[in-house]
């Protein structure tokens, strides 16, 4: 079965401090992973995609597949990342995506 | 390119009322998806296209729910009749193969329904 499992609801940090969002997924082929990100009322964003292998933000995230797991970090939270945070799984060729349940991230000064 | 276009922002109807969302996907994308964000369930994936043709339909919830793309330009997505719990966001997002599939997301449409 395709599953994505983001096991906090709400992650509660002090800027400055590091953060690190789990995402473990279950997939029997190749996965391709993605981190969205969705401030208050807004649109959902992409944040990054493990194939891109990039820093957005100060974010990074390392696709593991022998633990299944897509974690998101940051080194030191900031006000501005307070936002909830989806991973996602894309499961089809006609780029269907399973999302999280998502993560909400509050960073406090 | 505008990005996602949704109309209406926002619509505040009664309950038993016909209620009908619009998107406009980016121009090249050939995947539509549209999802539904409530607190309680989060993000659902109600239904979505491929070159205009429904794919999987297994997330709208009820026969009241029902959606078209007549072209590669345009989708609706209807609710008949409508019910208090109904309100929700609801996003529509486009993607294709080109762009590795990455989803861009319309700014959504807050339906409530009284």
């Known amino acids: 079965a395709q599953r994505v499992t983001q096991p906090e609801k709400l992650l509660s940090v002090f800027k400055g401090a590091p953060v690190e969002l789990k995402c473990n997924y279950s997939y029997s082929g190749s996965p391709e992973l993605f981190w969205y990100v969705q401030y208050s009322r807004q649109r959902l964003q992409l944040l990054l995609r493990h194939i891109s292998r990039e820093s957005i933000k100060g974010f990074t995230a390392d696709l593991n597949k022998g633990e299944t797991s897509f974690h998101l970090k940051k080194p030191f939270a900031q006000e501005e990342d307070s936002a909830m945070y989806y991973c996602a799984l894309l499961t089809d060729s006609w780029g269907k995506l399973q999302f999280g349940a998502g993560t909400q991230v509050v960073v406090t000064p | 390119d505008a990005g996602v276009i949704q109309s209406p922002r926002h619509e505040v109807t009664e309950m038993g009322q016909e209620v009908t969302l619009r998107c406009k996907p980016i121009s090249g994308h050939n995947s539509l998806f549209w999802y539904r964000q409530t607190m309680m369930r989060g993000l659902e994936l109600l239904i979505y296209?491929?070159?205009?043709?429904?794919?999987?339909d297994s997330g709208m919830p009820e026969d009241r729910f029902s959606a078209k793309m007549p072209n590669a330009s345009f989708s609706t997505l209807k609710i008949q009749p409508s019910e208090p719990r109904d309100s929700a966001v609801y996003f529509c997002a486009s993607s294709s193969h080109r762009g590795r599939y990455e989803q861009y997301f319309g700014p959504g449409t807050r339906l409530t329904v009284t």
């Open positions: 296209f491929n070159n205009n043709v429904p794919i999987d």
